[in-house]
């Protein structure tokens, strides 16, 4: 089995060109049922629909949540899936016909204008961090870019000039985003006058470098995020991710059409862009509900 995971794995970074996150968390599910396997004297190309409901069953008795158990499910059924159509393996994908855990529906949290002008107030020690962390967190509110596109952005993918920016998303997609005008001078300021600093003598194509002087990480950006949110009276958590979700959100509550948010986003489905319309219709509800004459009396009532 370790040869079959060895070659998915490579199957992986140079057919469906996956980000290296990816391909880790691939090969930390698979070699977690290899060991399921080898502890239980199994051989993974004869198992029973039984044999995975039990592998489920252990992983419920360690308190992994039913999301992250689909997420080791979807990878076993895609190498299984890997095995038998690149592979010419013969045997049967026990993951087949298998249905997915259900799982509570978690609508994304986007922030709110306060919350956005925290983190658009620099606190950095260093003017260099403050310059270079601005255009970071302005970036993510005007594009919606995962956070992963924005570390992954070299200088040659970014036109100031056009206000627009080459991210290569999910199996490397290419896709174009868009930033505000507004934004220019803080780009300028922080390639003429930061950059080279944070170089530190090094040379790198990144568009975003870090404090060790190479390409910036996503848990750089998150403790960025972070430190800003914390300097707030009542601070609150926030996650690159939830940029990305207010991006959408006030999209939409300005009417703009679902496909278009579907292409800034890059997602490849429109039913994933469409969760963002539940966020809209549950904001819409709860500011009528609370500014509604009626609604306002009925509360003194009670």
């Known amino acids: 089995m370790q040869s079959a995971i060895n070659d998915y794995l490579r199957y992986l970074h140079i057919e469906k060109r996956y980000s290296e996150k990816t391909i880790s968390s691939y090969k930390f599910d698979l070699l977690q049922f290899e060991k399921y396997i080898i502890n239980n004297h199994l051989d993974y190309k004869n198992l029973t629909i039984n044999d995975i409901y039990d592998y489920i069953n252990l992983l419920k008795k360690e308190n992994k949540k039913a999301s992250s158990i689909n997420r080791k499910i979807i990878c076993l059924r895609n190498f299984y899936k890997y095995c038998i159509d690149e592979k010419k393996e013969n045997f049967n994908n026990p993951l087949l016909n298998f249905k997915a855990l259900k799982t509570p529906k978690r609508l994304p949290r986007d922030l709110f204008k306060e919350q956005i002008k925290i983190l658009l ?3 950095e020690k260093r ?5 270079r962390n601005q255009c970071i967190i302005l970036l993510l509110l ?3 870019m995962r956070v992963s596109e924005l570390t992954a952005l070299n200088l040659l993918d970014v036109d100031i000039t056009e206000h627009t920016i080459r991210v290569f998303g999910k199996g490397r997609k290419e896709r174009a985003v868009y930033f505000m005008p507004s934004v220019d001078s803080y780009l300028n300021d922080y390639l003429e006058n930061v950059r080279n600093k944070l170089l530190k003598g090094g040379q790198s194509e990144a568009f975003f470098i870090g404090s060790k002087g190479t390409r910036i990480t996503s848990r750089a950006i998150e403790d960025i995020l972070n430190n800003r949110a914390s300097q707030a009276l009542n601070s609150f958590k926030i996650t690159p991710h939830m940029l990305r979700h207010t991006f959408a959100t006030n999209l939409l509550n300005n009417d703009v059409d679902l496909k278009i948010v579907q ?6 489905s429109l039913s994933t862009t469409q969760i963002y319309t539940h966020v ?6 709860k500011t009528y509900e609370q500014t509604h004459p009626l609604a306002k009396a009925l509360n003194k009532i009670k």
């Not at 003017?127 to 310059?131: L, M």
């Not at 809209?280 to 509800?285: D, E, H, V």
């Open 121 to 123: 107030t620099c606190n």
């Open 127 to 131: 003017n260099e961090y403050a310059i």
């Open 142 to 144: 005007n594009t919606g």
């Open 263 to 268: 292409e800034l986003l890059g997602h490849s």
């Open 280 to 285: 809209s219709l549950n904001r819409l509800k």
